[in-house]
């Protein structure tokens, strides 16, 4: 299995709803270093996983919807605590949809996984991972 | 799958028998960064794998006992190696156990999967992995 | 010439005024990592140059009067750009107002100069530095 | 389930063919960070996954045969585009080798599976993964 | 005193003349991690260092002409051995060059040193800095 | 002015003298990451530092006379509190001194200063520095 990662980060406002935060309920921020690792069984035609180039603007485009963003005010996180890991499978899932569209070319159809990582400190991180469906429907 | 990290420290001196550890059978030491990674289907009501803060004060409790040690001394280890490989799966059976008696909170029951690593330097690191039966008995 | 670090870091929201910053003079955040340098010619009685959990410890509290805020309400910063330099040298003023006043241990006026550096991200990060006057007045 | 991960690097000047490459199509080079990961079910009996000096040795006598290394010259490789991806499979093939030939001792014999990852800069790394079949044929 | 950091890579092929490089005589190549510090003593209007971005855009734009290169092959370099210290150096002069210019705006002007570190490994890095004349002639 | 950076490892044990240190006053250890920078403001005629080669094996040398020891029983020490600063300022020491007798060659004796910083966590580290007297008495 070969896997390729690519690395970008964005910054962003928001807080929490619930006692188990405790501080974190105020307005704050973060910065999240993001780490999108891309997996597939063959290589394709050129030796790659994926254009490389097309992984990191197809990342940064993901990300810059997000960037210098309060997520407290963004309408599809209404009612949701915009946690690490919540924040992983959002970015997961606006990923798989630009694989299966092409934006990351026709060989990127060879994905079968993806991994979406997100550090908030050098001490916290998480991840969201899953299968990838690349056959049309 | 979603997957939670945090990062602690501890530092502890020890010695190894056999040839095979050449100079490493002195009395010597080190500092382990240790990154325990928590994993779960689906997250939690508030939207987490695992409560952070609880997480990384059982990390911490955990490790407490192991630092500033010299594991040569501590009766559990006699007559074992205490290398980097072994001291990540006392480690993950020691949280795993904190998990099952709820030291994580309630909510850490959902967790199926744990992974403990241990870095004694830039250039080396360890880990045990392995699931979790949070169904009790 | 001596000198010793160690690192913690907060998490903040805040925004910027002038065009020069471009989006991010929207309501963002950021999580800043933050290395306290502490330099001294000779070291104590100990053989420290400072004791490092009244270090971390003096940082630390420095840090949670800005953790989980948001700066562009906190009545000091009224006015100005709370950019990453601008933070370094708040926080530089505060660690070196409790050296004087004795937070850091008494050994710690033997301190000549402190530097901090917030990293806001893996590819960027700012720093204020300078003396230390620790003679009373 | 243990694994063990011994960090080296090479450094080695290359070209690509492929207009997907863009300005990499001309002769360039590369730092290398290589992470080997070896796994296995259960420790041998010096609590070990395997000798982290035997371990270290065999990575860089691989790493031996390509370091300083223009890769546009090695026979080897003639029509193949060296990407990170393609390298590491290469490592994982070779290193996969020498654990059947007993290079890294006999107790090697015990790991299942090996991963090579290739970091090519603070933002970009690829790896190849898989099973070690280590029963003779 | 203040500073502030941007951290951009380039990847490059050489060659050294000299016995002392062993086998770095032949041709390979290197990624190199550049990090730019900016000083001044005194913040800018805006609260800055420099303008970030503009610092960024120089600082690639300095690179992109190295970038995917022969080293060899460039004629300033001729006779010369590009090791990871005269790289720095070459770097540190061109980004002088850009802030006398007014590249990184106005407020540049104001800066009093630079510092270009290259790290060609994670266990090898080099640096050239020096003060800035920003006084016209 | 130049420098250039090397980095190594060693492990050692050992315990602290003094109420200060709490619980390290315990027989413990530490994993410390050193480097080693050099500081010259003219290259050598190959365009270096100093040989990177002799630099790295000097390094390790003396490491190695630490390296998986007990500090407290070496004699040198005797009464002394090994911590990282105490630690920093030896390994300078021993470093000048093979500068001095010609161990990293005769274009070190170019070198006009040093830095020795010793990283025991990711959280925590510690440096001596000074003016190199090169010339011979």
């Known amino acids: 299995m070969y896997s390729l990662n690519v690395r970008e980060h964005f910054m962003i406002a928001h807080s929490f709803k619930g006692e188990i935060f405790g501080p974190a309920q105020g307005l704050h921020g973060a910065t999240y270093l993001v780490d999108m690792e891309m997996r597939r069984p063959k ?21 810059a919807d997000l960037n210098f963003k309060n997520l407290d005010e ?13 924040l992983a499978a959002i970015i997961f899932e606006r990923i798989a949809t630009l694989i299966k569209t092409g934006d990351l070319g026709p060989a990127a159809k060879g994905l079968t996984a993806l991994k979406v990582t997100l550090h908030e400190s050098h001490i916290a991180w998480a991840a969201f991972e899953g299968e990838l469906t690349n056959d049309a429907s």
């Open 43 to 63: 290589l394709d035609d050129d030796g790659l996983v994926v254009d490389i180039g097309l992984a990191s603007q197809s990342l940064a485009a993901v990300l």
């Open 74 to 86: 963004v309408p599809e996180f209404e009612g949701k605590n915009t946690t690490t890991e919540f």
